[in-house]
């Protein structure tokens, strides 16, 4: 940007110092008397900032602390392709109408007067930008513009593989990939979307075109995915990546509590444990990120310590939402609407009074309670995704250039579901997980498959009546497990045909009313209970041989662990279903999973109350075999 007379910029401090009203619109000042004493210190402490600094910058985007806004944010849409669990309900959140939505055009000439101001850096967001179906030519159009230099974008990259090699052509230079785990299935917990392998290809193709580094922001969770810190950093030996690590914030409707934040000196203790000789490099002046780099490692790891240690006093952001309203402060619930005033005709000059009034009010910092409202995908929209069933990609596969396979699994969530992703980021089962609102009170809902083909018997809610045969159920005399001398042996099954088995059990935890609803409101201590609990039944089932001693390994084909809370009982139901071809049965499977479900239940909630029942362990349904069908009606 040229550089202006240092005159004609204070003659723009003084006509941007008139006092405006929570709109923007200006308010004419008294003609007796000296300005507000507000006013007047806010003049004073530009004049003195202008005076200091060589190099002039724009009045207009200076604010009272001397903070030079030379970065814009531009919400391209509201919506969001994905349900991620930190950012916003299941369900959505209410879109504004279209009519109310900045146009291409509106975007642009907003774009072009903070270019001329002095902005140097824009990125595009939303919402998820790339489903906005003229991304391409926005970004065609801003590089159009003299002085811009950087076109950054921030996206959940299902659509990026596809878009990239356009948007680079168009003149996209900066990405941000979100991502919050490299597990496929908590993957699909997290956005309860399927989209993982899109992700991963969205990296590989970012990193193929010559991004360097390509950044890709994970937000840390308590109980959710922090085990995963030291897999995300040894992507970074081989790839030139920028894993930043964001502290988990707060914004209206996302459930947070200070027990999800994982501090970014908690997981520096981290990765330091397993790499000592980290070392920090030098920050760049207006920048968020404290950089780490480990020596001989191609890549590189930032933090956001948006939580713990903010970096207002640096801060040269500002952002126009979709709806065209000016926020000068992530945080912060004030926003001028441009759209209006841009829409009534204002003028270029009438337009910067208004956005140097709104940048003048701007505050040292953030306040602690004044998280954003009403606009989640705004505050953290650092992962969107799409439903779709991922398709096989040999090519990207067989390289596995992310090398997922060697990637180390702890005892840890990460661990449990270690066993999906062999196959590197082609997982074709997913794990399903969802919130749902019951009758008339929030009520939690959690189930997993292993096998998108599952059997609707499997979803039927778990059942309290008696037992009674459904098919023909020929009599024993004698134990199975047993020899002729009552000895403990194991039923031989080499000669029994292989069939098409089904097992479905269930089990019930009495959990009482103060841990129930900790567990509804998803605020224990040690994480969530029903997705721990879930993945626990998932495992279980796969080790039932090694619990059970008698028990014949099974290759199951399909596990899936549903549970739903009971609000009239305080009780978690569960229920379970395994299914495998074989000589032998799963009902051993269906009933290990659900029992060590409720048992991983009462050990989430143990440090509540001491006073849990877990019962009602018992087989719904069985299928397949030659005794027959089983069927508790």
Same mark, same amino acid.
């Given at each position: ?13 003084l ?17 007796? &008397? ?8 806010? #003049? ?13 910058f ?9 903070? +030079?806004?030379s ?52 990125? =595009? ?31 959940n ?12 052509? %168009? ?80 914004f ?13 000196k ?11 000789? #980290? ?44 709806? &065209?309203?000016?926020? $000068? ?6 926003e ?90 082609l ?6 997980? +969802?919130w ?30 008696? %037992? ?13 497990? $047993?020899?002729?001398? &009552? ?16 097992? $479905?059990?269930? %089990? ?5 009313? $103060? ?8 605020? =224990? ?20 041989? +090694? =619990?059970?001693?008698?028990?014949h ?6 596990v899936?662990v549903?549970l ?15 299914? %495998? ?53």
């Amino acid at each position: 940007m040229a550089a202006r007379p240092v005159s004609r910029m204070l003659q723009r401090v003084l006509r941007s110092s008139v006092r405006s009203c929570s709109s923007g619109a200006p308010v004419t000042q008294h003609h007796h &008397g000296e300005p507000s004493r507000t006013a007047a210190e806010g #003049l004073s402490r530009r004049r003195q900032f202008l005076r200091e600094h060589g190099a002039p910058f724009s009045a207009f985007l200076t604010d009272s602390f001397g903070r +030079q806004h030379s970065y814009l944010r531009i919400s391209l849409t509201e919506k969001c392709n994905l349900r991620c669990q930190y950012c916003m309900p299941e369900e959505g959140v209410p879109l504004t109408p279209k009519a109310d939505l900045l146009t291409t055009e509106e975007i642009l000439t907003l774009a072009r007067l903070f270019v001329k101001e002095g902005v140097d850096k824009i990125r =595009l967001t939303g919402g998820e930008p790339l489903i906005r179906p003229d991304v391409v030519d926005i970004v065609a159009q801003l590089h159009q513009l003299e002085g811009l230099r950087t076109i950054g974008i921030t996206t959940n990259g299902i659509n990026l593989a596809r878009l990239l090699p356009q948007l680079q052509k %168009a003149g996209l230079s900066a990405i941000n990939i979100s991502l919050d785990t490299l597990v496929p299935a908590k993957f699909e917990f997290i956005v309860r979307r399927k989209g993982f392998h899109k992700v991963m290809e969205g990296i590989y193709k970012a990193i193929e075109l010559g991004y360097s580094p390509v950044k890709v922001n994970c937000v840390v969770m308590r109980g959710l995915n922090e085990d995963e810190l030291l897999d995300f950093v040894a992507l970074t030996e081989g790839l030139p990546l920028d894993v930043r690590f964001i502290e988990y914030m707060p914004f209206d409707g996302n459930r947070w509590n200070f027990k999800k934040l994982v501090s970014y000196k908690e997981m520096l203790d981290t990765l330091r444990q397993r790499w000592p000789e #980290l070392e920090k490099l030098p920050e760049e002046e207006s920048s968020t990120a404290k950089t780490f780099k480990i020596p001989g490692f191609r890549g590189q790891l930032s933090f956001i310590t948006s939580m713990s240690e903010h970096f207002c006093g640096t801060c040269n952001r500002l952002r126009i939402t979709a709806d &065209g309203n000016l926020k $000068v402060c992530l945080f912060g619930n004030s926003e001028v609407s441009l759209r209006d005033h841009l829409r009534a005709g204002a003028s270029e000059e009438e337009l910067l009074r208004i956005v140097g009034a709104a940048v003048g009010r701007k505050k040292r910092q953030h306040a602690g309670k004044e998280w954003a409202q009403g606009r989640p995908g705004w505050l953290l929209k650092l992962l969107l995704m799409l439903q779709d069933s991922p398709p096989a990609i040999p090519s990207i596969s067989s390289q596995d250039p992310f090398q997922i396979q060697g990637i180390r699994h702890r005892v840890s969530f990460s661990n449990q579901m270690g066993t999906l992703w062999k196959g590197g980021w082609l997982l074709r089962t997913p794990v399903l997980a +969802q919130w749902r609102l019951g009758s008339g009170c929030p009520q939690r809902h959690c189930s997993s498959h292993l096998d998108s083909n599952a059997n609707p018997k499997c979803l039927s809610s778990v059942s309290q009546a008696p %037992a009674t045969p459904s098919g023909p159920l020929p009599p024993s005399d004698q134990l199975t497990h $047993v020899d002729t001398e &009552g000895r403990a042996a194991m039923v031989d099954v080499g000669r029994k045909p292989d069939t098409e088995r089904v097992a $479905v059990a269930s %089990a019930v935890v009495l959990l009482g009313p $103060v841990a129930f609803r900790l567990v509804r409101e998803n605020q =224990l201590k040690k994480g969530d209970a029903l997705v721990v609990a879930q993945l626990a039944g998932v495992q279980a089932a796969k080790l039932t041989s +090694q =619990l059970i001693p008698l028990c014949h390994h099974v290759a199951l084909s399909h596990v899936h662990v549903r549970l739903e809370l009971d609000s009239t009982r305080h009780a978690v139901g569960i229920q379970a279903s395994c299914r %495998a071809r074989g000589p032998t049965g799963v009902e051993m499977e269906a009933l290990t999973a659900a029992a060590v479900a409720a048992l991983t239940v009462y050990d989430m909630c143990k440090g509540v109350s001491r006073d849990i029942v877990l019962g009602e362990i018992k087989l719904l349904s069985k299928t397949g075999g030659q005794r027959g069908d089983f069927q508790r009606t």
